[in-house]
């Protein structure tokens, strides 16, 4: 890191620094103006937001990592970025009459408060075991490998350069959310998205520079050269290829579909982690809007950090100097591309790019986890609480998640590798369950407190029996039971069809529970479901959207469409 480096770094504190300065001076005196931003957001704030909380550990190396051991495969996660129009056109609505500061909290108008509560320890539980600590984990690893640092010597011991960066980056994430709420999560990502693209783009860039220096023809064609001549199963399906052969061991096409589609429902329609963005919305008009920039947005990850990743293995399969780790451990893409490419002042650059990107997650995490634990469990216990103490309980709850995910650390240390590789099959396994109980709450009326309640609870004693077949089979206890029906189904199965499959248990469990079970008045359920919105809710929905809207969203869908045409 040069001179240069430091002096944007710095700049760029000081920039995050006056944000929260400057929010930091307006009142906060309601629970709604600490979790939900006073719901003044804008159609701007909404979408930079949106990205900038998505864009974490899972693509500065997940993605970045996946790219280099396996090529397209992962892209389908990305490209279900148009699921947020879904959030947009479809939920939006209903989120913004029913006024609901929690997803739990929607579920509970519409079902009962059992639902209420499995959502919210669900959620909760999920947010401190996987996503913060994955992210603080992975966090500490990339500056571990972009400063090239393995430990600092202070006090007269060497310390791990890891802690160092990992407890900082929580500390220092910590400090301006708890300060400003979800105003700082904002602002701070208004900032943070433009930095986190423009170094992005520069990676691209010189990646396909140097490629292209190494050989005939453009850097993108020798890397689709390169990748496009490089198996990844029996079946001849390249690196290149998004559609695999369905007897593919780890992405089969339907599976592969199917899956990132029910995966993506569950996180952006659904997920308190995205949504609260959404419910900080001055209206539904800046709110929809919201999404369809985002959804542009999530247009970008395949290029700036999967394709990144493509480039490190070609680069790496051509002896470029540096990169010849990239070939045995895929997560190291990302941060040797910054190491080794870069020049100086722009490293900087994409360090800030970095520390944006962990930072605006952690502090989504942060105030979404918060904000569970307020307004679902604590308000629900004290029912009479003030506004003011509200904010303070936020403030606390925040700390209290920020010291769990420090304790955390140590464990990650050990078992970091395991729980990154299980990250997106523990979120198959979240999603189905719930994403069955919120389509099945708006498109069907008839669907009843209990039909609802037992999707969600049918679906969590699949997901947690999957997870406990993953620890057993994965000792050498559970090799020594031998093979059976239990085996395979839990252990066995392919993660994505064992997704869909499990949406459509629990879909085919809400319908038949509702048609035995007594469902709600349709007074009850108004502006909830279809079928019960008012005409004047209809004619609202109405009045906030144009043809701008409509044509937007219409190119998202079309370049949707084109990606999955050219990387068939």
């Given amino acids: 890191m040069a001179t240069l480096d430091w002096l944007v770094i710095g700049l760029f504190v000081c920039a995050m620094i006056w944000i929260v300065y400057s929010v930091m001076k307006k009142k906060q005196n309601s629970s709604s103006d600490y979790f939900l931003s006073g719901r003044d957001a804008t159609w701007i704030a909404i979408g930079a937001s949106i990205f900038a909380s998505n864009i974490g550990s899972e693509h500065l190396i997940g993605l970045a990592g996946a790219g280099a051991s396996s090529g397209m495969a992962m892209a389908h996660w990305e490209f279900q970025g148009w699921m947020i129009l879904v959030l947009g056109w479809v939920f939006v609505p209903f989120y913004e009459r029913s006024m609901v500061y929690t997803m739990p909290e929607f579920l509970e108008r519409r079902y009962n408060k059992t639902s209420r509560s499995i959502l919210t320890y669900i959620s909760l539980i999920s947010y401190v075991l996987t996503k913060v600590s994955v992210t603080v984990y992975a966090g500490g690893l990339v500056f571990q490998q972009v400063f090239g640092i393995d430990s600092v010597h202070w006090f007269g011991t060497d310390i791990d350069f890891f802690w160092i960066a990992a407890i900082g980056l929580v500390l220092i994430t910590a400090l301006y959310t708890v300060v400003g709420g979800m105003e700082s999560v904002l602002k701070t990502s208004v900032l943070q998205t433009p930095i986190l693209l423009l170094g992005s783009l520069f990676i691209l860039y010189l990646g396909f520079k140097a490629l292209s220096g190494m050989g005939e023809g453009s850097g993108w064609q020798q890397m689709m050269e390169i990748c496009g001549a490089t198996p990844v199963n029996e079946y001849g399906d390249k690196m290149t290829q998004l559609m695999r052969n369905n007897g593919d061991p780890n992405y089969p096409w339907f599976g592969a579909l199917g899956g990132s589609i029910i995966i993506g429902f569950w996180y952006w329609c659904t997920d308190q982690f995205i949504v609260q963005r959404v419910l900080s919305g001055k209206n539904e008009k800046e709110a929809r809007r919201g999404t369809i920039l985002g959804a542009y947005f999530k247009l970008l990850p395949v290029f700036l950090f999967l394709i990144p990743g493509m480039i490190a293995f070609a680069l790496a399969s051509k002896n470029y100097p540096g990169f010849a780790q990239v070939l045995g451990n895929g997560d190291v893409a990302f941060p040797t591309l910054v190491r080794e490419l870069l020049p100086a002042g722009v490293k900087g650059l994409v360090v800030c790019g970095i520390l ?169 359920l108004k502006g909830l479901v279809f079928s019960t919105a008012t005409p004047e809710q209809k004619e609202a929905t109405r009045r906030s959207w144009n043809k701008w809207d409509i044509f937007h969203s219409a190119v998202i869908l079309g370049l949707t469409v084109a990606f999955y045409i050219y990387f068939w």
């Fill in 356 to 524: 944006a990107a962990l930072m605006s997650s952690l502090a989504s995490l942060f105030n979404s986890s918060a904000m569970l634990y307020t307004i679902d469990v604590y308000k629900r216990r004290h029912p009479e609480t003030e506004e003011k103490k509200l904010v303070k309980v936020g403030r606390v709850a925040t700390v209290v998640i920020v010291i769990l995910g420090i304790l955390w650390i140590p464990i990650m240390k050990g078992i970091g590798d395991v729980l990154y590789l299980y990250l997106q099959d523990v979120q198959s396994v979240l999603a189905p369950g719930i994403a069955a109980a919120f389509l099945m709450g708006i498109c069907w009326k008839r669907t009843t407190p209990q039909g609802g309640q037992w999707a969600l609870i049918s679906g969590l004693v699949i997901g947690l029996t999957r997870l406990a077949a993953k620890i057993i089979y994965t000792t050498s206890w559970g090799e020594s039971l031998g093979s059976s029906l239990f085996r395979s189904v839990f252990y066995d199965y392919n993660w994505l069809f064992f997704c869909v499959w499990m949406l459509a248990f629990c879909l085919i469990v809400c319908v038949v529970v509702s048609l035995c079970t007594k469902p709600k008045s349709e007074e009850e």
